[in-house]
């Protein structure tokens, strides 16, 4: 890991983790998570389509996110993305995810620095785990995910009204530029 990213690693996880909000915001928001997931299903690849603006991404595009299973039981997170084009600099974070309720494997905690975990909510699902819209206990964060990098836009305007059904404001999203396959 770079010096550079290590320099970063301790504010991402500070931000991540301390995210609070407006408790009135917060109200009007549903982030119920999905209670069950196969996580087999759900490791892997994912590309980054859309997320809120928050500094530790800020500026980077082709964003991806690989999830693989660690023999302490935990998953690895590794975090991919290019600063300001996709023949940027590449900026790596890499961190653990836990289930800490079986019941409820939807709902993840990730840590990207020492013992410091956010929260991690798969709110809704693709019935094949073809995307996934994520967010936390705070409003503050928000990701639409693709096992592709680019989607058909009919979709992608569904995947929308899902997030507006919770509460979000979807003018907020960056969408994220990706590589054409």
């Known amino acids: ?46 590309y980054e ?9 800020r500026g980077l595009v082709g964003v991806t996110a690989n ?12 975090n991919k993305g290019f600063k300001n084009t996709l023949d940027g600099e590449l900026s790596e974070a ?11 494997t939807g709902k993840l905690k990730v840590s990207f620095f020492w013992f410091f975990y956010g929260d991690y909510y798969v709110m809704e699902l693709g019935e094949n785990y073809e995307w996934a819209i994520i967010g936390s206990s705070s409003p ?5 995910l693709s096992r592709t990098p680019q989607i058909d836009a009919d979709l ?3 995947l929308l009204q899902k ?9 907020k999203l960056i969408k994220v530029d990706q590589p054409e396959k």
């Open 1 to 46: 890991m770079s010096r550079k990213t290590l320099k970063f690693l301790p504010i991402i996880a500070l931000l991540f983790t301390l995210g609070c909000s407006n408790s009135n915001a917060q109200d009007m928001i549903n982030t119920d998570n999905i209670k069950k997931i196969e996580l087999e299903k759900y490791l892997g690849t994912w």
């Open 49 to 57: 389509l859309a997320r809120y603006d928050h500094s530790f991404e």
């Open 67 to 78: 999830y693989s299973m660690r023999d302490d039981g935990k998953i690895k997170v590794l």
């Open 94 to 104: 890499v961190g653990k995810a836990k289930i800490p309720d079986l019941n409820q």
């Open 140 to 144: 503050k964060y928000l990701w639409i």
């Open 156 to 158: 992608y305007e569904e």
């Open 163 to 171: 997030i507006r059904a919770r509460g979000y404001d979807t003018q």
